[in-house]
């Protein structure tokens, strides 16, 4: 049916809509606007949801509504400086009518918003947020547009209790795919080739284009199975030839489905067509494959554990612990007994945070590996917690769940091996390096217990070493016989924690300003104060009061910390010229043939860190990029940025460090996450 036809649809239906207006209801689509919480602090986001209740027999539209519809407008009327971001749309239905294909809701159904207010809002006032939303509703024979003007009330004040019914919406949308997808037009028909782990279950799978004018609706498509990609065939529309992206949505089970953003590129032979559920082209060769994919991401995961455990914040306990076993002497089993206490600690741990990563993710977020960090509350705790092992090393007051002391030998050893082991993998978080980018950007789209076996095996990776040491005698054997060197030895290795400590207070400072820097300094000064004074009460009287400090050091602070502003640029310049990343751009850049360099980096990164100081802002790096007219553009990622997220999802990353290079005319290159000089000098070489 012929784009023609559907305008003619349409004009039908909203004049057969006019005659009889007066005698329908005064709506066919009830419209409410709900605020997730009634509070939003300022600097803060609140989501919003249009609740859509259509009348029985009636449909809305999809942001691409198909042959025929009207994609939801909104006028927002906010108060100065708050910004609302585009709709977010559930997976929809199809609905075919008169040889028209439409993409429609004949359900309820919730339209997501994200709301940001300004850092420079009134606090602890109450102000007003109005929208007007333009919709068309349909039945499959009559067309009446409708607008609906809502209103509600929020306060900048401390956010309440979340509305549960944001859950099930959030669900509903599509998650967004980690991979790029790519596509190509051959003859009439359009061709994408759409990343998927085999195994993962799919059923009556369908494109829903987002892009406009990319494909002919109404003809049929076929989804089919090559190798680990989804291979989708439909009529190529009127602008599919000359596109540069192509946006859309997988529907891979009933409500669920992926989006990607696809580039051109070749897309592989169509392999067995998935009709309902997955008829894989020789099963047990799929399973294999798909056990395949899993077990690399396993073994990127287990090697990038490992490679942790060399980190500043994680070697001087990994040291400690292991050294600790000497004490145990011929006890094979109480040696057992901790390595595996202190595996169970690091493990889980890590599944509790990939856990959590994989629940906001399915909400839409897009969220990566260390995410917590992006809060300043998390980095203050973070200082504190690092700051108690510094001055415990040291030789301040005693730990013994740190310190490896005689307690490792009786049966309370186990429970501080559990705890050590858990906070060097918390602590361990902000690190990455070769290996973890692959494997924890698989983790994000494999199934949720392939995931969370990609996050326990990185655990295992962190706690290797320790285990080795437990349940290997001949290198228990290696180590040296306790003595006073150990005292010594403590001392030196308290070194590196109180640099990472001295790392963490800068990176509070960037991202809380001075005046959290400040109150992050204050609280470890209160906390060493606790600490000693616990260290001096141990076995005597009024230990309450040190707690009591102790307590207050760490608990009084966290109302305070909040995100500042980013700072102004510094002084120096940057020998490269970088500019702020945004993907409009890159793309200006791209179009006018620019060599160009993309990268993404966070304060927290330790590798990030390294990475700037000893490659990026080396002076040759500069020079070579000049005389080539490479251009620099930087991502950072410290506070979190929703486009850098999505950008790195769509490149099937889940954190930083992330290195792109965009030859001219050329897809772009994936450089490794550790640079060296001679690697970035070569760039277009």
């Not at 009636?58 to 708050?82: I, K, M, Q, S």
């Not at 989006?259 to 008829?279: C, K, L, W």
């Not at 490792?408 to 070769?434: D, E, V």
């Not at 940057?574 to 620019?594: K, V």
Request: glycine share 12%.
């Amino acid at each position: 049916m012929t784009r023609l036809a559907a305008v003619l649809f349409l004009l039908l239906a909203l004049v057969g809509a006019a005659g009889p207006a007066a005698a329908q209801p005064p709506q066919r689509m009830n419209v409410s606007l709900v605020p997730e919480t009634e509070g939003v602090l300022p600097g803060g986001t609140i989501t919003l949801a249009f609740v859509m209740r259509p009348t029985a027999g009636w449909h809305g539209y999809w942001r691409n509504p198909g042959d025929a519809g009207a994609e939801p407008r909104v006028d927002w009327r906010l108060p100065t400086g708050w910004t609302a971001e585009p709709l977010q749309y559930p997976v929809p239905d199809r609905l075919l009518v008169m040889g028209l294909m439409n993409y429609v809701y004949e359900h309820d159904y919730a339209l997501l918003v994200n709301l940001k207010v300004p850092e420079t809002a009134e606090p602890g006032v109450t102000v007003p947020v109005d929208a007007r939303l333009d919709y068309l509703v349909c039945t499959n024979e009559l067309c009446v547009p409708e607008t609906a003007t809502v209103s509600i009330e929020l306060h900048t004040i401390q956010p309440g209790a979340r509305d549960p019914a944001f859950g099930a919406w959030r669900q509903a949308l599509p998650r967004p795919l980690n991979e790029p997808a790519r596509f190509q037009v051959a003859g009439n028909r359009l061709r994408i080739a759409i990343p998927f782990p085999q195994g993962t279950n799919v059923a009556a799978p369908y494109f829903f284009p987002i892009t406009t004018d990319a494909m002919r609706h109404s003809e049929p498509q076929t989804v089919s199975r090559s190798g680990q990609f989804l291979i989708v065939e439909a009529g190529a529309g009127a602008q599919a030839a000359s596109l540069r992206t192509l946006e859309g949505v997988i529907e891979i089970g009933t409500g669920t489905g992926l989006q990607f953003a696809a580039r051109p590129g070749e897309v592989p032979a169509a392999g067995a067509t998935i009709a309902g559920p997955v008829e894989n082209e020789g099963g047990q060769a799929s399973e294999a494959d798909a056990g395949g994919s899993i077990l690399l991401a396993l073994i990127g995961a287990l090697i990038g554990g490992l490679i942790l455990n060399v980190m500043p914040c994680v070697f001087p306990i990994l040291s400690l612990k292991a050294l600790s076993l000497a004490r145990v002497g011929a006890d094979s089993g109480a040696a057992r007994r901790e390595a595996l206490a202190y595996a169970a600690g690091v493990i889980g741990t890590c599944l509790a945070l990939g856990g959590v990563l994989l629940a906001v993710r399915a909400g839409g977020a897009a969220a990566g590996w260390a995410f917590q960090l992006q809060d300043p509350r998390v980095i203050l705790l973070l200082l504190l917690l690092v700051t108690a092992i510094a001055l415990n090393l040291a030789g301040l007051f005693q730990l013994p769940a740190l310190a490896g002391g005689d307690d490792l030998a009786r049966s309370g050893g186990t429970k501080g091996a559990f705890f050590t082991g858990a906070l060097a993998a918390f602590i361990a978080t902000p690190c990455t390096g070769p290996f973890l980018g692959f494997a924890l950007g698989a983790a994000l789209v494999l199934p949720t217990w392939a995931g969370l076996a990609v996050f326990a095996g990185l655990g295992l990776g962190l706690a290797l070493p320790f285990l080795l040491f437990g349940f290997v005698p001949a290198l228990r054997n290696l180590l040296p016989k306790p003595g006073a060197w150990m005292e010594t030895l403590q001392r030196i290795l308290s070194v590196p924690m109180f640099l990472t400590a001295l790392g963490l207070i800068w990176v509070l400072g960037r991202q809380a300003g001075v005046d959290g820097m400040t109150l992050g300094l204050a609280a470890a000064l209160l906390l060493g104060l606790g600490l000693w004074w616990l260290g001096r009460k141990q076995g005597g009287g009024r230990i309450w009061l040190a707690l009591a400090v102790i307590a207050i050091a760490v608990v009084a602070p966290l109302p305070f910390v909040r995100t500042a502003a980013p700072a102004a640029a510094e002084a120096s310049a940057d020998p490269l010229g970088s500019e702020p990343f945004s993907e409009a751009r890159l793309a200006e850049l791209r179009a006018g043939g620019t060599p160009t360099f993309v990268y993404f980096t966070a304060d927290w990164c330790i590798t990030c860190k390294v990475n700037e100081r000893a490659a990026l802002e080396q002076e040759e790096v500069a020079e070579a990029f000049r005389a080539r007219g490479v251009r620099v553009l930087v991502g950072d990622w410290t506070r979190g940025d929703e486009a850098i997220g999505r950008f790195l999802e769509r490149h099937g990353r889940s954190g930083v460090p992330f290195y792109l290079y965009y030859a001219p005319g050329r897809e772009p290159e994936v450089l490794p996450q550790i640079l060296t000089v001679g690697r970035l000098t070569a760039l277009g070489a």
